[in-house]
């Protein structure tokens, strides 16, 4: 089970973390990802990280301002996003998986949380 959390309204150049908390004593053998979904459009994939190694990976539009952690001590994953713009505005899904590579697409994953929704204002 995946419960993810600290998502809110923040004007733009602002920041926010997220956190997802997961259940399961095998959580440090899942790699997980964060995704999003905007209003009208296909779930997106947002980031990545490994099980063990904490190897990342994140889409385009969000380097250099996003950034994917994990505590397997603590079985979270944390999405810390800085300079939010407008167009990130959506609902934040955290997701994990078991399979291979840790770079999976989206239907691939096999757990999801409920999400949180993220606003950005202009």
């Known amino acids: 089970q995946l419960v993810e959390s600290g998502g809110g309204l923040v004007q733009a150049g602002g920041s926010l973390r997220l956190s997802c908390a997961a259940s399961g004593p095998t959580f440090s053998s899942y790699a997980l990802g964060w995704f999003r979904q905007a209003p009208g459009k296909e779930r997106e994939f947002v980031a990545a990280?490994?099980?063990?190694?904490?190897?990342?990976f994140y889409t385009d539009s969000v380097k250099g301002r996003f950034t994917i952690s994990r505590d397997n001590a603590k079985n979270m994953v944390y999405l810390q996003m800085n300079s939010l713009k407008p167009e990130d505005t959506a609902i934040y899904y955290c997701a994990a998986h078991n399979r291979g590579t840790y770079l999976r697409p989206l239907y691939e994953y096999d757990y999801w949380g409920q999400g949180t929704q993220v606003t950005v204002s202009s």
């Open positions: 990280i490994s099980w063990s190694i904490g190897d990342t």
